[in-house]
């Protein structure tokens, strides 16, 4: 399915902040950023790719901040009344 057809079925751009423990030195954290089209509120890709990620890596998560958006909305527009001034 193309992005577009994700959009039109309620996909939202997800990003998720992933912290996890470096494998090699279990005392300092890493951020890994995870960001794809996914279904709120279940988040199907997301629960698939942190399952994925327990099963396959070695880093242990320590935490997984989630925020989504609507990419398809009506157009913002504001206007400003003041002068543009260039140098």
């Known amino acids: 399915m193309t992005d577009?057809?994700?959009q039109l079925?309620?996909?939202r751009l997800t990003t998720a902040q992933i912290?996890?423990?470096l494998p090699?030195?279990?005392a300092?954290?890493?951020e890994f950023v995870?960001?794809?089209l996914d279904l709120?509120?279940?988040f199907p890709a997301l629960h698939g790719f942190i399952a994925f990620w327990r099963e396959k890596l070695d880093g242990k998560l320590h935490s997984v901040k989630v925020a989504h958006a609507d990419l398809i909305k009506p157009a913002?527009?504001?206007l400003y009344d003041a002068p543009l001034v260039i140098h």
Do not use: G, I, S, T
Request: hydrophobic share 40%; glycine share 0%.
């Open 4 to 6: 577009l057809e994700l």
């Open 9 to 11: 079925k309620n996909y």
């Open 19 to 21: 912290f996890y423990f």
């Open 24 to 26: 090699d030195h279990p």
């Open 28 to 30: 300092v954290l890493q």
């Open 34 to 36: 995870w960001q794809q």
């Open 40 to 42: 709120a509120p279940r």
């Open 76 to 78: 913002e527009f504001r």
